[in-house]
C-alpha cells in the first residue's frame, strides 16, 4: 500500500487567462497522482509559480517572487520549488545553474510530465522539461476549478500562436498554433453548466482561427460558438482574443444570433498607424481595422468593444502617435489594456527592428493613451446611465457585503444592493450612477 501522506502543492499564476487556466490543468494532472491544491502557500510542500514573458516587468516581478521563495526553503529546505509557464524555456539555464534555486522546470506543453518530474526531484536530481509540442491540447484533461467564483469558467480552446506579430514573445513561448477536438470543449461546457456554472470564456491567443476536423466536415469557430451558445440559454459565452485580420462577419452574425452570446468582443489593435501595424507584423491597416470595427456595429448593436494598445514601438513618431490617439477617439473604445513597448529577446523585432524610442516617450505617450481612455470609459459609462441590464450576480462587491457584483453582456461591472437571489442568478438591474470603472445600480 502506497503510506506517502498527500503533499499540498501552491500554485501562484501570472500573466493571461490561458495560464491561469492551465494552472487548473496543472492542479488536475497532480490530482491524480497523490498531490492537493493549498491556497495557504504556509501549509505547501510544492510552491509552482506559473510565470509571463509577454514584458520585462512581468518577469521582473516574478524574478523578486524567486527571491522570498529562496528565503522561504532556506527556512524549510524541504520546500520543492518549481517554474512553469511562458518564462521556463528561455531562463532555465540561468536559473538551474546560477541560482541553484529551482527543483523543477516545466514549459507550458510539458505539464503531463509534472508527476514524473517530481519523483525525479524526490530521488534527489532535478526535473526539466520544456519542449514544445506540435499536438498537445490537454483535451481529455478536466481543470481543478483553483479560487474561482462558482460562476464562470475559463476553457482553453487552443494553444500556441504563428501569428509572429514583431514584438510579441508568445510564438516562442508557446509554440505552434493548434486547436482542441470541438466535442471535447462542449463536453466541458456541459459539465461546467450542470456544476453551476453560468458563463464560459472560450480561449486562445487568435480563436478566429479555431479550426477542428471532423469527419468531412471542418469546425470554424463561428460553428464551435454556436454548439457552444446552445448548451444552454441561460449560459453566458464570451471569447478572447480575436484577432482584427479575420475576424469574419460570419462569426459577427452568430453573436448577433444568439443572445446568450455576450455582445463585447475585445479586439486589439495596437496602434493606429499603419506604417506601425505593419512594423509590428499585424497584417491590417487602420483602415481594415475601422472597417471591422464598423462591420460590429452594424451587425452587433449595443456591442462593446475593447482593446490593447501599444506605445513607443520601434520607430513610432509622434505622428503615428497621434494616430493612435486620433483612432481611439474614433473608436469609443470601452476599455483598454495599454502597455509601453518592451523588447523581447528571441522576436522579430529584437532581431530586426531598433527599439529606438527613449523611455519617457514611451512613458509620455503611455500616459497620454491611458488619460484619453479614462475619458472614453466614463463616457461610455455615461451612455449606461438609467439603461436596464441583465446582470449575471458573481458574488459580493469588493467593497461591501451588503452589495452584489455582476457583469451584464457587454462585460461591464455592475454593483447594487443585495436581494434574496443567489450567485449564478441573472436580476435586471438600473443603472443609476457610474464611475469610469464601475456601473452602480438597483435591481427593479
Ligand atoms: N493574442 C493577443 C494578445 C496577447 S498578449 C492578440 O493578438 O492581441 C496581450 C497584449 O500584450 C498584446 O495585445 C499587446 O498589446 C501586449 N504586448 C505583447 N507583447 C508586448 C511587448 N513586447 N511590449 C509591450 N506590450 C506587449
Ligand atoms: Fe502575440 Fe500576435 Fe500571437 Fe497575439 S496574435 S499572441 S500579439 S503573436
Ligand atoms: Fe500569457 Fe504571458 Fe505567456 S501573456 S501566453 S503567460 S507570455
Known sequence: ???????????????????????????????????????????????????????????????????????????????????????????????????????IIAGPDAYRDLPRLLEQVESGQRGVNTLLSMEETYADITPVRLAGNGVSAFISI??????????????STRGKERSRE??????????????????????????NSYKWDEGDQTISFASLLGRIAEVNPLLRIRFATSHPKDISDDLLKT?????????????????????????????????????????????????????????????????DHKETISLM???????????????????????????????????????????????????SNQQDLNRVFEVLIEGDSKRSGEHFMGRNSQNKVAVFPKTNAKPGEYLKVKINSFTSATLLGAVI
Request: net charge neutral.
Open 1 to 103: 500500500m502506497d503510506q506517502k501522506k498527500t503533499k499540498k502543492i501552491f500554485i501562484e499564476t501570472y500573466g493571461c487567462q490561458m495560464n491561469f487556466s492551465d494552472s487548473e490543468i496543472v492542479a488536475s494532472v497532480l490530482s491524480g497522482h497523490g498531490y492537493t491544491t493549498t491556497e495557504d502557500i504556509f501549509l505547501a510542500d510544492i510552491i509552482l509559480v506559473n510565470t509571463c514573458s509577454i514584458r520585462d516587468n512581468a518577469e521582473q516581478r516574478v524574478k523578486k517572487r524567486l527571491q522570498h521563495f529562496r528565503s522561504m526553503k532556506k527556512k524549510n529546505p524541504g520546500l520543492i520549488i518549481g517554474l512553469l509557464g511562458c518564462m521556463a524555456d528561455r531562463l532555465k539555464t540561468l536559473f538551474l545553474e546560477e541560482e541553484q534555486l529551482l527543483d
Open 329 to 379: 477617439k474614433w473608436a469609443r473604445f470601452d476599455y483598454a489594456f495599454m502597455f509601453k513597448y518592451s523588447e523581447r529577446p528571441m522576436t522579430l523585432a529584437a532581431k530586426s527592428l531598433k527599439d529606438d524610442i527613449p523611455d519617457a516617450v514611451k512613458e509620455r505617450r503611455l500616459t497620454e493613451v491611458i488619460d484619453l481612455q479614462q475619458t472614453l470609459s466614463f463616457k
Open 182 to 207: 470541438a466535442d471535447t470543449i462542449v463536453q466541458e461546457t456541459k459539465m461546467l453548466f450542470e456544476q453551476g456554472y453560468r458563463e464560459v470564456t472560450l480561449l486562445g491567443q487568435n480563436v
Open 158 to 171: 487552443m494553444r500556441g500562436c504563428e501569428n509572429f506579430c514583431s514584438y510579441c514573445v508568445v510564438p
Open 255 to 319: 453573436i448577433a444570433a444568439h443572445p446568450n452570446i455576450c455582445k463585447a468582443i475585445h479586439l486589439p489593435v495596437q496602434s493606429g498607424s499603419s506604417r506601425v501595424l505593419n512594423l509590428m507584423n499585424r497584417k491590417y491597416t487602420r483602415e481594415e481595422y475601422m472597417e471591422r470595427v464598423e462591420s460590429i456595429r452594424r451587425i452587433i448593436p449595443g456591442c462593446a468593444i475593447s482593446t490593447d494598445i501599444i506605445t513607443g514601438f520601434c520607430g513610432e513618431t509622434e505622428e
